[in-house]
């Protein structure tokens, strides 16, 4: 039965226009329980979801589409190991990662997977000690200061997301730099705010074949041995984070510095391995375990709470409702904190990549939405830049709202300050202004009538728009860990409802194989003439300012 006949989706279709002129200002009027009938707790998390186009009867339904599709039975299948990822016959297990020591799951064709995270782990924590203490030595003697991190997509927005989030708990014994893009101005800029005697490279690849961490890695390489001049020297100063042992030997990596994983581990996935490796440099092993363990709280909170009262669950449903029944595409990030402030580009990628897809678990082309367009920016900063369209724009944005109780930095009346923009701004959106209000404002200002019959339409502000407000004591490794997992289940319960593979991403390769066609053209000295008139003029124009 196709998605949009099926029981749960019908009723939810209908009991949708009995919604549609329905105001959530009326809804919070009449009904002084909203905020606890709609908000849940787990640990220190609190979603406040009452700002939502929901009664109790919209969540009901939606928790009835879930159940139709399964979700418990696939995130069972998921914990449990069963490969999933069908396209690529791959279990997935990000979640064996954070589980505790001990932890026991033994998979088809015989891995034991907690020995081997065990393992990993403990060689983590073994070079974490030596470089932080300063035991581990440069070529010349001196200690690490500086580790540079050169991966890209899933191997570099996590570990630079959760060390930018996390900045207050720095060991302090090095710092951090994250090179991912193939422009030569990221790695040419880093390698100017370093010293090749303390500095310590870590290639991140699950494959240890993407073109622009190989081409970064190989630049670091040559830049290290035109100072240090001896290629023995190499293994005081590289380590590879991978699951191709034999491409890290190629490169010339002493494989006593290379940190496995595994293929059950999704590249966007993988901050939870040994691709956390810089995140545990710059905080200490035992705050990467801590990260760890906020992550397993949500995993637990995650596989035990019932539907309704599930934080990943109803934000996948909420998601569901306001793409699929209001069709608004896109949906907004918005955390008030500043240390947050790559986790838009962090869930881009969790999510997008994850769902964006057009063709169900059966190959047919689905006739609903997918995945929406993720973006944000930390607030206040997106209030004076995109929330003029969130607030009065044609289209309507949902929003997550992110703040931590607590600041890391009291400084006057910053964070009472950042905290009533928070809150102002999602009461905004709920309430709105009536053309009524705005008459009132704009009468007590002393205006003339007819200005006032001028002004009032560019007053009125819709309302009705919504948002979800999640908050938290404070941020620090355990909560960003149960954070991060949240988003992840979260993509998760609406890939199973959409019923496509969320842990493929065949998306991508296209235009990586066209890259690869057309970059030897560049450097040809014809011109060049296969491909359409757009790209072979846009190719010409470059190879002739190229060539001379
Ligand atoms: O870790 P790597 O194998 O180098 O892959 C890095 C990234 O590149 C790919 O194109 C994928 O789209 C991402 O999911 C992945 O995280």
Redo the contacts with the bound molecule.
């Keep these: 039965m196709s998605l949009q006949q099926s029981p749960a989706w019908r009723a939810l279709a209908s009991h949708k226009q009995t919604l549609d002129c329905v105001l959530m200002r009326d809804l919070f009027a009449d009904d002084p329980e909203r905020f606890s009938r709609f908000s849940i707790r787990s640990g220190d998390l609190l979603l406040d979801y009452s700002k939502n186009r929901v009664t109790s009867e919209t969540m009901a339904l939606l928790a009835d589409l879930a159940r139709e599709a399964g979700v418990e039975a696939c995130r069972d299948e998921m914990f449990a190991g069963s490969k999933i990822n069908f396209t690529e016959k791959r279990a997935v297990l990000h979640t064996a990662l954070r589980q505790p020591w001990g932890f026991q799951l033994l998979l088809e064709g015989g891995q034991e997977v907690g020995k081997d995270i065990a393992a990993v782990l403990g060689q983590m924590k073994g070079f974490t000690e030596q470089i932080l203490s300063g035991k581990w030595k440069g070529y010349s003697g001196k200690a690490i200061t500086d580790v540079v991190n050169i991966?890209?997509?899933?191997?570099?927005?996590g570990p630079y997301m959760v060390t930018e989030a996390l900045r207050p708990f720095a060991h302090g014994a090095v710092k951090v730099h994250f090179v991912s893009n193939i422009d030569g101005t990221h790695i040419s800029e880093t390698l100017k705010r370093v010293d090749e005697e303390t500095t310590l490279f870590i290639i991140?690849?699950?494959?240890?074949?993407?073109q622009?961490?190989l081409t970064n890695a190989h630049t670091a390489r040559s830049w290290f041995l035109e100072r240090a001049v001896d290629e023995s020297f190499i293994a005081r100063h590289f380590a590879a984070v991978?699951t191709n042992k034999e491409a890290v030997q190629a490169f010339g990596i002493d494989t006593g510095n290379m940190f496995g994983f595994w293929d059950w581990v999704?590249?966007?996935y993988?901050l939870w391995s040994s691709?956390g490796l810089s995140i545990a440099l710059y905080l200490g092993f035992d705050r990467f375990l801590e990260l760890l363990a906020g992550a397993h709280s949500m995993d637990e909170h995650f596989r035990s709470a019932p539907l309704d009262a599930n934080i990943p669950v109803v934000l996948a449903l909420l998601g569901i409702w306001y793409n699929n029944f209001f069709d608004f595409p896109s949906h907004a990030v918005i955390p008030y904190d500043q240390y947050l402030h790559r986790l838009p580009a962090y869930l881009q990628?969790l999510d997008m990549?994850s769902n964006g897809k057009r063709v169900d678990r059966d190959g047919n082309v689905v006739d609903y939405a997918t995945g929406p367009v993720i973006w944000g920016e930390p607030g206040t900063n997106s209030q004076h830049a995109f929330f003029q369209l969130m607030h009065q724009g044609t289209s309507c944005v949902p929003a997550d709202f992110i703040l931590p109780l607590k600041t890391q930095n009291p400084a006057g009346e910053h964070h009472d300050i950042l905290a009533a923009n928070c809150f102002a701004q999602t009461e905004a959106l709920m309430k709105g202004k009536t053309a009524a209000e705005a008459r009132a404002e704009l009468g007590s200002a002393g205006m003339s009538e007819e200005e006032i019959d001028a002004l009032v339409p560019h007053k009125v502000f819709p309302g009705n728009r919504p948002t979800n407000t999640l908050i938290f004591n404070e941020i620090n490794p355990f909560n960003l860990g149960a954070l991060i997992a949240m988003y992840e289940h979260k993509v998760f319960v609406q890939g199973v409802i959409w019923r496509i593979n969320s842990f493929d991403?065949w998306g991508?390769?296209l235009g990586?194989q066209l890259a690869k066609a057309i970059l030897p053209e560049l450097g040809s000295a014809d011109d060049v003439a296969t491909h359409d008139a757009s790209t072979n003029a846009l190719i010409n124009l470059y190879r002739r300012s190229r060539n001379g």
């Design positions: 991966g890209i997509g899933g191997s570099d927005l991140a690849s699950k494959t240890f074949t993407t622009e961490t991978s999704g590249g966007r993988s691709i990628q990549e991403q991508v390769e990586k």
